[in-house]
Each structure stands twice: as structure tokens, then as C-alpha cells.
């Protein structure tokens, strides 16, 4: 299995830009989540799918949109790229089988994204 | 406040000594807690996770948590220089698939 896969791994954008980060994983897992990661600040969740055609608003949603219409990929949009928006994404799946393991959330290995 | 409180370091130690990584949170429904280590230009990944209240050993790493303090430990003995990383705890309340995390903290184990 390759876990959750992401790419591209870099990009550098342009104010106004747009483009979409890409995301799969390969273990069946009905949850992904979407999260940025900023210096010192920890993880702050973007959005989230509980399954295929289902999304919701995470803690930080504007100025990006997703969709999921297979289980398998999650991709984000971003949309008029800002300064702001430069940070590294991570994507992320989990199975929320029984048990306490079942909000373990596996990670994919990140896009780090400058917008200049 | 932030719901989950967490020093970001730099926190260095010397190879051998016994590390001590906490958390601290606001929110008495969360029971579940966890912590993930991540690697430098990595995404993160379970350490260890704990339910409600008690400690949990998994070889050098013990996971403590005291739900009356709003207090969780991660423990490391024997330190090791490839246990450098940023450690991040993670922390939600039952059925509920949000994780809450602290800012990380970053170690160094100087060898």
C-alpha cells in the first residue's frame, strides 16, 4: 500500500493564481481531511469528508474549495492564490472502525506551497 | 486560549537523558489523546494514543494523561539522537473525528 499519496511535493504561485492540490489514498478510508500546517502553529483542519459527495467546513476554510467523488481522492482548490495561503498542506484519511485507535489519522507527506 | 496549549520548544537534551513533552487543554469532553511525532519535511504519524485518564508504555515512550489537571505527558527514556522530531499532541471528545492539536514541540537529542 502507498498510504495517502500527495503532489505536487513544491509549487510556487503567483498572486491571483489558482491551482489544485492533489490527494489519495489507497486504504479504503472513508474520512480525509485537508489541514495547513504554519510555523509554531500546529495543524488547522481546512476541510474534511466523511465519504464520496459528502464535505464540510473545517477550522480555516476560505479562499479554498474541495469535492470527493470517489472514496479514493480528495483534492483542494485553491482559488486567487494569497501571501497568506503560503504554508504546507497536508492531507490525511482515518477509518473510524471500533476501538480507541479509530481516530488515528494517517498523514501524506505534504505540498509546501509559496504564493509570492 | 487556545483549547490545547503546547510549548513549541526548541527543547535540547542531551542522548540518554529522559525527555518530558507536555499539553495542556481547556475542554473536560475531550477523552481521547494522542501524540504524533513528525520528522522534518515529513507528515506526521501516531506515536502513541491513550483513552481518558491513566498512563500507557510502549518501550522508551510512556503517554500519562491526568483528565483533573487538563495535563498530558509524553515520556521518552534513553533519548536517541534519530528521536529528533517535532512532537505534536492531538486530542478529541468521543465520536468526534476532529482531532484538536497543540502547536508542536520541536526536540533536538544532542548525541
Known amino acids: 500500500n502507498a498510504g495517502v499519496t500527495q503532489t505536487p511535493k513544491f509549487r510556487i504561485l503567483k498572486i491571483g493564481q489558482s491551482m489544485t492540490l492533489q490527494c489519495t489514498q489507497d486504504m479504503n478510508h472513508n474520512y480525509m481531511y485537508w489541514y495547513r500546517q504554519d510555523p509554531g502553529m500546529g495543524l488547522k483542519l481546512i476541510y474534511y469528508?466523511?465519504?464520496?459527495?459528502?464535505?464540510d467546513k473545517g477550522e480555516v476554510p476560505n479562499g479554498y474549495n474541495v469535492s470527493r467523488s470517489t472514496t479514493e481522492d480528495f483534492p483542494l482548490r485553491l482559488e486567487l492564490a494569497a501571501p497568506s495561503q503560503t504554508s504546507v498542506y497536508f492531507c490525511a484519511s482515518s477509518y473510524p472502525a471500533h476501538g480507541p485507535g479509530r481516530y488515528e489519522q494517517y498523514f501524506g507527506p505534504g505540498t509546501r506551497l509559496t504564493v509570492t | 486560549q487556545k483549547e490545547v496549549e503546547q510549548d513549541p520548544g526548541p527543547l535540547s537534551v542531551p542522548e540518554g537523558a529522559i525527555v518530558s513533552l507536555n499539553c495542556t487543554y481547556s475542554?473536560?469532553?475531550?477523552?481521547?489523546f494522542m501524540w504524533y511525532r513528525q520528522y522534518s519535511r515529513k507528515g506526521p504519524e501516531l506515536l502513541m494514543y491513550t483513552y481518558s485518564s491513566g498512563n500507557k508504555e510502549d518501550g522508551r515512550f510512556t503517554a500519562q494523561v491526568d483528565k483533573s489537571s487538563k495535563y498530558i505527558s509524553l515520556f521518552i527514556r534513553d533519548s536517541q539522537p534519530s528521536d529528533s522530531a517535532t512532537y505534536l499532541c492531538?486530542?478529541?471528545?468521543?465520536?468526534?473525528?476532529?482531532?484538536?492539536w497543540g502547536a508542536g514541540t520541536k526536540l533536538i537529542i544532542k548525541p
Open positions: 492531538a486530542m478529541t471528545e468521543d465520536s468526534n473525528y476532529q482531532l484538536i
Open positions: 475542554n473536560s469532553a475531550f477523552q481521547y
Open positions: 469528508s466523511v465519504g464520496a459527495g459528502i464535505t
